[in-house]
């Protein structure tokens, strides 16, 4: 078990606010990926990480930030939400045998 | 970007059945990764392979390395209702920097009728 903790598991926040949501791991993987899912697209990656500092942009990063200063966490921020930004959001690392997922986000923007 | 052609979208089967899915490419692949979806949850992995040809099981699940690299399959036998949710496949072109990402097929809904 990679020990991968994903909070808060549910948020209901207004359009226009910002939102952060964390990615927590116990095991110290170098990478770490944020991923939204949503119907008919599958997981799309919004932002990953190869190490403290070390961050890059995925396919779908429009309107998010991402910040890693400790290598445990791995903090995803919606500068300001909309409504598109509802979805679940899941953090994975990425260890010998493949990714691990955590229990995802639902968040819905109002 | 790019994703991987995942067959077929969805499927309704009776208990007991063989289940047989699979992912294709444009491109090649160094790793292939079978994982499964509940709802509610993360994906979980089911099964990874590394080597072009590779078949490899994992209980009543089996998956296969295409031998060009561009392909992979997943089966499973004798479907129980507890199979039920989304199986998704990965290809995985390296292992250092951005050949780490993995490419995604849509995903498999697969429901079991007891």
């Known amino acids: 078990d990679a020990g991968i903790t994903q909070s808060p598991r549910h948020k209901v926040t207004e359009t226009g606010t910002p939102v952060t949501l964390r990615c927590h791991q116990t095991?110290?993987?170098?990478?770490m990926y944020w991923y939204r899912q949503d119907p008919g697209h599958g997981l799309r990656l919004i932002h990953y990480?190869?190490?403290?500092?070390?961050?890059d942009k995925g396919e779908v990063s429009d309107g998010y930030s991402v910040s890693r200063s400790k290598t445990e966490d791995f903090l995803l921020t919606l500068e300001s939400a909309t409504s598109s930004q509802t979805s679940v959001y899941f953090c994975?690392?990425?260890?010998?045998?493949?990714?691990?997922f955590g229990s995802g986000t639902r968040l819905t923007v109002v | 970007g790019q994703q991987l052609n995942q067959s077929p979208q969805s499927m309704f089967i009776q208990e007991g059945e063989d289940v047989s899915m699979n992912c294709t490419s444009s491109?090649?692949?160094?790793?292939w990764l079978w994982y499964k979806q509940d709802p509610g949850e993360g994906p979980v992995l089911l099964i990874a392979?590394?080597?072009a040809g590779e078949l490899t099981s994992n209980g009543r699940l089996t998956a296969q390395f295409g031998i060009t690299r561009k392909d992979s399959f997943l089966n499973i036998s004798a479907s129980i209702p507890s199979d039920v949710g989304i199986y998704f496949c990965?290809?995985?072109?390296?292992?250092?920097?951005?050949?780490?990402?993995?490419?995604w097929g849509l995903g498999t809904s697969l429901a079991v009728n007891p």
């Open positions: 994975a690392i990425s260890d010998s045998y493949g990714y691990t």
């Open positions: 095991e110290n993987h170098r990478y």
């Open positions: 990480s190869y190490g403290v500092k070390d961050t």
């Open positions: 491109s090649i692949f160094n790793t």
């Open positions: 392979l590394y080597k």
């Open positions: 990965a290809g995985q072109r390296g292992y250092a920097g951005n050949n780490r990402k993995l490419i």
